[in-house]
């Protein structure tokens, strides 16, 4: 009996040695920080695994926030104030006079900066003690395998080889962790549980550790959230006893489970809380309740089988889409050693790969259906008070999350975005009733879970961004242009787009020369607020020009859309200032210093991107110049996500070596060894910035074919850098549901295969050279003859 347990568990130990390394991401050390841990996910419950031999794995679930709906959200009498505001800037008023008005008069009481708002928060800690001395430890591997989205450790310790594997499962909304060994009966371990929450109970009961908590909202008459975790423990061999222990991270005692001479040991953790996305309560269900179903359906699931169905679930998202770039591939070397080197000397395609993997990788682990949408943070965090809250900032960070969602081919992860979108819309029409005196719907700088649409009072008055709600329609636009989904642009995209554009008909200002601009505006996150910054007025005009085209295939919209193009057509023209640079401002005086401003923010081009009105490949247009010469200005130094952002620009200005120095840079300087993006500190806006950006320079489709404003054309490689010359591509997606496969040698094309959603007529720029193409649904077909 003992030599056949000896057999099997040895075969299950080579079967995973044989893992291949290209995607995956390995350490060999555990991790001495949380953002060097391996990040896994389904969307909506997190780990992050450290691999020490105490292990401690930090557990989220993406719903639990401290704050609540303040029904009071909304500042009544601050129309007054934005009547007199507006009023003060046309009359040229100081600006300490203008902010005061507008800090004390208009912004609300409640919101960002008040315990209402609420942040992010860490939901449980899982300790697992092996009682092993690391000093002893040979062998020792910590990695994440991106193919499969599993993480595993390994390591041999008194002649004994010790194996975890761990994994969070989207089909059956459960995180597993399984342990075991190469010999009979030496696994012994301890498994405890510890938690950052005041009032919080851990218990055991039967083979579970649970913890029950409340956040504490500390205010009088308002209670937090409750969630409850639970670890089901299942043991193959062994003895179990319940004890009292010390949990590493200085928590305390708790009551722990024990287990002694087992062969393997299986902990499926599940979590919940009593959450539901749904303005104005956002109540709904029990913890308990969520907790028992789930675990319940998979009460008769093997440990294989969960596997399997992870497994098979990830993949058909994850292997969509492949990239190979010739040159060197570093796999072999663990990640922190390959990433030393890559800051030496930048050859390791291998790496940059990876890190463009990752991102998608980091959608599929933080956004899937039935999610919330990926925070600041996606949904990892070891702390109740997280940088930012954890939140949701709209004036770039979570419409950069969602950059990569259709070109990299992962559209179903749009899908938390899209729910509380329509969600946030219902909180932010009461907003611009309340604030503007308006129709639509209006969001300020930063959101939360709990629909706060107000201009919350915390932090001075870029707080105020009214255009946050149309800045997010263009992700909103995007994925309608990029799947060519008409329900999806009839039933959310459509009224979000509407209600957004609606609000700014009602809000534009007329100044000097019969121009419509934003009042007050901002540029994001630095100058005054006046009348005269131009990014407020390009996500206008680009909101303004989605809408006349979803009208359009809408149909039955044409009063609107005719007031909207009347409208666009109105707004402040661009400018090109003294440094031939795309101005920021209205203003010669503001933009004195355009030469020397390298602020991280660079919006006043978000007419390059992620608008599309400023057209680079379009000959001779002279904004793309300008748009350049800003870009030079800024510079390629920045902070996580703003690096993120430049390689996106840069793609879109077609200058795909700079795309790739700030790759190198991005890669070298701003992010950890697990590759998350460091602002500083972690913020995962970056990740998601760069993946994005590296699928813009290998195809764009953002140009409208001339004369038919709804379609694009798709470009083949327009920004390829000299140090990719050679490589594939396989499935990355265009605008119009296109599919494209791609290879080439010494930067040119050397096969091209397409694949419709649906019968058609398709233009494919490559070289200069533009080519129709009649594309027959779901049917490849190779472009190169073409070509
Ligand atoms: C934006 C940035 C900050 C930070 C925050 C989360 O407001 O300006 O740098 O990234 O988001």
Same mark, same amino acid.
């Given at each position: 009996?003992?030599?056949?347990?000896?057999?099997?568990? $040895?075969?299950?130990?080579?079967?995973?040695?044989?893992?291949?390394?290209?995607?995956?991401?390995?350490?060999? #050390?555990?991790?001495?920080?949380?953002?060097?841990?391996?990040?896994?996910?389904?969307g909506?419950?997190?780990?992050?695994?450290?691999?020490?031999?105490?292990?401690?794995?930090?557990?989220?679930?993406?719903?639990?926030?401290?704050?609540?709906?303040?029904?009071?959200?909304?500042?009544?009498?601050?129309?007054?104030?934005?009547? #007199?505001?507006? /009023?003060?800037?046309?009359?040229?008023?100081?600006?300490?006079?203008?902010?005061?008005?507008?800090?004390?008069?208009?912004?609300?009481?409640?919101?960002?900066?008040?315990?209402?708002?609420?942040? @992010?928060?860490?939901?449980?800690?899982?300790?697992?003690?092996?009682?092993?001395?690391?000093?002893?430890?040979?062998?020792?591997?910590?990695?994440?395998?991106?193919?499969?989205?599993?993480?595993?450790?390994?390591?041999?310790?008194?002649?004994?080889?010790?194996?975890?594997?761990?994994?969070?499962?989207?089909?059956?909304?459960?995180?597993?962790?399984?342990?075991?060994?190469? /010999?009979?009966?030496?696994?012994?371990?301890?498994?405890?549980?510890?938690?950052?929450?005041?009032?919080?109970?851990?218990?055991?009961?039967?083979?579970?550790?649970?913890?029950?908590?409340?956040?504490?909202?500390?205010?009088?008459?308002?209670?937090?959230?409750?969630?409850?975790?639970?670890?089901?423990?299942?043991?193959?061999?062994?003895?179990?006893?319940?004890?009292?222990?010390?949990?590493?991270?200085?928590?305390?005692?708790?009551?722990?489970?024990?287990?002694?001479?087992?062969?393997?040991?299986?902990?499926?953790?599940?979590?919940?809380?009593?959450?539901?996305l749904?303005?104005?309560?956002?109540?709904?269900?029990?913890?308990?309740?969520?907790?028992?179903?789930?675990? #319940?359906?998979?009460?008769?699931?093997?440990?294989?089988?969960?596997?399997?169905?992870?497994?098979?679930?990830?993949?058909n998202l994850f292997?969509r889409v492949?990239?190979?770039?010739?040159?060197?591939?570093?796999?072999?070397?663990?990640?922190?050693?390959?990433?030393?080197? @890559?800051?030496?000397?930048?050859?390791?395609?291998?790496?940059?790969?990876?890190?463009?993997?990752?991102g998608r990788?980091l959608m599929i682990a933080s956004s899937r259906p039935g999610a919330m949408p990926a925070n600041?943070?996606g949904?990892?965090?070891?702390?109740?008070?997280?940088?930012?809250?954890?939140?949701y900032h709209l004036?770039i960070n979570l419409q950069m999350n969602y950059w990569p969602v259709d070109s990299c081919n992962l559209s179903e992860c749009m899908e938390p975005l899209t729910q509380w979108l329509f969600d946030l819309k219902?909180?932010g029409?009461?907003?611009?009733?309340?604030?503007?005196?308006?129709?639509?719907w209006?969001a300020?700088?930063?959101c939360?879970?709990?629909?706060?649409?107000?201009?919350?009072?915390?932090?001075?008055?870029?707080?105020?961004?009214?255009e946050s709600a149309a800045f997010i329609c263009q992700n909103v636009w995007d994925h309608y242009a990029f799947t060519d989904d008409k329900d999806y642009l009839e039933n959310y995209a459509w009224p979000l787009l509407k209600g957004a554009a609606?609000?700014?008909?009602?809000?534009?200002?007329?100044?000097?020369?019969?121009?419509?601009?934003?009042?007050?505006?901002?540029?994001?996150?630095?100058?005054?607020?006046?009348?005269?910054? @131009?990014?407020?007025?390009?996500v206008v005009w680009e909101l303004f020009n989605n809408c006349i085209k979803a009208a359009e295939i809408v149909?039955?919209e044409?009063?609107?859309?005719?007031?909207?193009?009347?409208?666009?057509?109105?707004?402040?023209?661009?400018?090109?200032?003294?440094?031939?640079?795309?101005?920021?401002?209205?203003?010669?005086?503001?933009?004195?210093?355009?030469?020397?401003?390298?602020?991280?923010?660079?919006?006043?081009?978000f007419?390059?991107h992620p608008g599309s009105r400023?057209?680079?490949?379009?000959?001779?247009?002279?904004?793309?110049?300008?748009?350049?010469?800003?870009?030079?200005?800024?510079?390629?130094?920045?902070?996580?996500?703003?690096?993120g952002w /430049?390689?996106n620009?840069?793609a879109r200005?077609?200058?795909?070596?700079?795309?790739?120095?700030? $790759?190198?840079?991005?890669?070298?300087?701003?992010?950890?060894?697990?590759?998350?993006?460091?602002?500083?500190?972690?913020?995962i806006d970056?990740n998601f910035g760069?993946t994005a950006g590296v699928a813009e320079?290998?195809l764009q489709s953002h140009v409208p074919l001339?004369?038919?404003g709804l379609r694009y054309e798709i470009h083949?490689?327009?920004?390829?850098?000299? /140090?990719?010359?050679?490589?594939?591509?396989?499935g990355l997606k265009a605008r119009g549901d296109v599919i494209v496969?791609?290879?080439?040698?010494?930067?040119?094309?050397?096969?091209?295969?397409?694949k419709a959603g649906s019968?058609g007529?398709y233009?494919?720029?490559?070289?200069?050279?533009?080519?129709?193409?009649?594309?027959?649904?779901?049917?490849?077909?190779?472009?190169?003859?073409?070509?």
């Amino acid at each position: 009996m003992i030599v056949k347990r000896c057999m099997i568990l $040895i075969l299950c130990f080579c079967c995973s040695f044989a893992l291949g390394q290209q995607n995956s991401i390995w350490f060999d #050390k555990p991790a001495s920080s949380w953002d060097n841990g391996l990040p896994l996910g389904n969307g909506r419950l997190g780990m992050v695994v450290f691999g020490t031999t105490v292990e401690k794995v930090i557990f989220n679930e993406d719903s639990l926030w401290s704050g609540w709906f303040e029904k009071d959200n909304d500042r009544q009498g601050s129309y007054e104030a934005l009547k #007199k505001l507006r /009023k003060m800037i046309n009359d040229g008023a100081s600006q300490s006079d203008i902010d005061k008005v507008a800090l004390e008069e208009f912004c609300s009481y409640y919101g960002y900066g008040k315990p209402d708002f609420g942040s @992010y928060q860490s939901f449980f800690n899982a300790h697992v003690n092996f009682g092993h001395d690391f000093e002893k430890i040979s062998d020792y591997k910590r990695s994440l395998d991106l193919e499969n989205a599993v993480a595993e450790v390994s390591y041999r310790y008194e002649g004994v080889n010790y194996k975890r594997e761990y994994f969070s499962s989207y089909p059956d909304q459960v995180c597993i962790m399984k342990f075991s060994v190469d /010999k009979p009966g030496e696994l012994n371990l301890v498994i405890s549980l510890s938690s950052l929450h005041r009032k919080s109970q851990v218990t055991v009961v039967g083979n579970t550790l649970q913890i029950d908590g409340e956040v504490d909202v500390r205010q009088e008459g308002k209670s937090g959230m409750k969630f409850q975790g639970r670890m089901e423990v299942m043991n193959v061999a062994g003895e179990v006893n319940k004890v009292e222990a010390l949990t590493s991270d200085d928590q305390g005692k708790n009551p722990a489970i024990e287990i002694n001479g087992a062969d393997e040991v299986i902990i499926k953790m599940a979590g919940a809380t009593n959450y539901q996305l749904s303005w104005p309560d956002y109540i709904g269900g029990e913890p308990d309740r969520k907790n028992d179903d789930v675990l #319940k359906r998979v009460s008769d699931k093997t440990y294989s089988t969960l596997k399997d169905r992870h497994i098979a679930d990830y993949q058909n998202l994850f292997s969509r889409v492949d990239l190979n770039l010739d040159g060197l591939n570093l796999f072999d070397m663990p990640i922190d050693a390959r990433r030393k080197l @890559y800051q030496i000397d930048r050859n390791d395609r291998g790496l940059e790969i990876l890190a463009f993997q990752f991102g998608r990788y980091l959608m599929i682990a933080s956004s899937r259906p039935g999610a919330m949408p990926a925070n600041l943070q996606g949904i990892w965090n070891d702390t109740n008070s997280p940088a930012w809250n954890g939140d949701y900032h709209l004036n770039i960070n979570l419409q950069m999350n969602y950059w990569p969602v259709d070109s990299c081919n992962l559209s179903e992860c749009m899908e938390p975005l899209t729910q509380w979108l329509f969600d946030l819309k219902r909180a932010g029409e009461l907003t611009a009733r309340i604030h503007y005196n308006s129709s639509g719907w209006v969001a300020h700088h930063t959101c939360n879970v709990w629909g706060a649409t107000s201009p919350g009072p915390a932090r001075g008055v870029h707080m105020m961004e009214a255009e946050s709600a149309a800045f997010i329609c263009q992700n909103v636009w995007d994925h309608y242009a990029f799947t060519d989904d008409k329900d999806y642009l009839e039933n959310y995209a459509w009224p979000l787009l509407k209600g957004a554009a609606q609000f700014w008909l009602d809000n534009l200002q007329e100044i000097e020369g019969g121009y419509l601009v934003v009042v007050p505006s901002y540029s994001p996150e630095h100058g005054p607020m006046n009348d005269k910054a @131009y990014f407020p007025n390009m996500v206008v005009w680009e909101l303004f020009n989605n809408c006349i085209k979803a009208a359009e295939i809408v149909g039955n919209e044409d009063e609107i859309s005719d007031r909207i193009q009347e409208a666009r057509d109105r707004l402040l023209p661009l400018k090109i200032g003294r440094y031939g640079q795309l101005q920021e401002w209205n203003d010669p005086e503001l933009e004195k210093k355009a030469n020397k401003d390298k602020h991280r923010h660079f919006s006043h081009l978000f007419a390059v991107h992620p608008g599309s009105r400023i057209l680079p490949s379009q000959d001779d247009d002279k904004f793309a110049s300008a748009a350049i010469q800003s870009m030079n200005y800024r510079g390629d130094g920045a902070t996580g996500w703003s690096m993120g952002w /430049k390689i996106n620009m840069w793609a879109r200005l077609l200058d795909g070596d700079r795309a790739h120095k700030l $790759i190198g840079n991005y890669i070298s300087s701003r992010v950890s060894d697990a590759l998350w993006c460091l602002h500083p500190p972690f913020q995962i806006d970056g990740n998601f910035g760069h993946t994005a950006g590296v699928a813009e320079m290998l195809l764009q489709s953002h140009v409208p074919l001339s004369g038919d404003g709804l379609r694009y054309e798709i470009h083949l490689l327009p920004a390829l850098p000299g /140090k990719w010359s050679s490589g594939s591509v396989k499935g990355l997606k265009a605008r119009g549901d296109v599919i494209v496969d791609m290879e080439w040698k010494d930067k040119e094309l050397q096969d091209v295969v397409v694949k419709a959603g649906s019968d058609g007529e398709y233009t494919f720029v490559y070289n200069g050279k533009k080519r129709k193409v009649f594309l027959q649904k779901d049917t490849p077909c190779s472009l190169l003859q073409q070509f």
